[in-house]
T-cell receptor, first 111, second 114 residues
Framework: GENVEQHPSTLSVQEGDSAVIKCTYS??????FPWYKQELGKRPQLIID?????GEKKDQRIAVTLNKTAKHFSLHITETQPEDSAVYFC??????????FGTGTSLTVIP | DTAVSQTPKYLVTQMGNDKSIKCEQN?????MYWYKQDSKKFLKIMFS???????INETVPNRFSPKSPDKAHLNLHINSLELGDSAVYFC?????????????FGPGTRLTVT
């Protein structure tokens, strides 16, 4: 089955700085890569996603890049704010009905 | 309107008991899932159903039995509860085989086994 690795497990940045979270996957059949944000006590919520036919996608302060050859994808958050503090999960999906999650990154933005 | 709902939100029970968690989605999605999130926050897929049929059954004790009466519902029944079953259980849905799409999560059920 698919194996998704995520790094780092914890990340602290100063407000206004950038944060980068990296994930690798093992199954070349994976074709959809969502990122989820989970605040304390809440459900995971999709913040951005990318499909395998695209190399980069941006939505305001959030961007995701995908390197299919190397089987890795990354989340970039610019101009971080305290409300960005949460646990972030990457995932890889095969055919949209199997989702495998990374182990999560706890991001703390220090005011 | 709630897209994916779960009941109950909290469940406290003793070892050895049997309990069920219900999940419903009103998005018209074909695929539903159960995930377990332990104290370390790791999200592990347990089951995946597409149009009431089991697609994925990861390494989960057979004390856990999912049931999908229709494609809008996926319930999770747990027999002979153990301390290690304490976790947050999330239901989710996606469009699944009809096309790659976003996965929506329910609010979670926090199960505590004492």
């Amino acid at each position: 089955g698919e194996n998704v690795e995520q790094h780092p497990s914890t990340l602290s940045v100063q407000e206004g700085d950038s944060a980068v979270i990296k994930c690798t996957y093992s199954d070349s059949a994976s074709n959809y890569f969502p990122w989820y944000k989970q605040e304390l006590g809440k459900r995971p919520q999709l913040i951005i996603d990318i499909r395998s036919n695209v190399g980069e996608k941006k939505d305001q302060r959030i961007a995701v890049t995908l390197n299919k050859t190397a089987k890795h994808f990354s989340l970039h958050i610019t101009e971080t704010q305290p409300e960005d503090s949460a646990v972030y999960f990457c995932a890889a999906s095969i055919a949209g009905n199997q989702f495998y999650f990374g182990t999560g990154t706890s991001l703390t933005v220090i005011p | 309107d709630t897209a994916v709902s779960q009941t109950p939100k909290y469940l406290v029970t003793q070892m050895g008991n049997d309990k069920s968690i219900k999940c419903e989605q009103n998005l018209g999605h074909d695929t539903m899932y159960w995930y377990k999130q332990d104290s370390k926050k790791f999200l592990k897929i347990m089951f995946s159903y597409n149009n009431k049929e089991l697609i994925i059954n990861e390494t989960v004790p057979n004390r856990f039995s999912p049931k999908s009466p229709d494609k809008a519902h996926l319930n999770l029944h747990i027999n002979s509860l153990e301390l290690g079953d304490s976790a947050v259980y999330f239901c989710a849905s996606s469009q699944g085989l009809a096309g790659v799409s976003e996965q929506y999560f329910g609010p979670g059920t926090r199960l505590t086994v004492t």
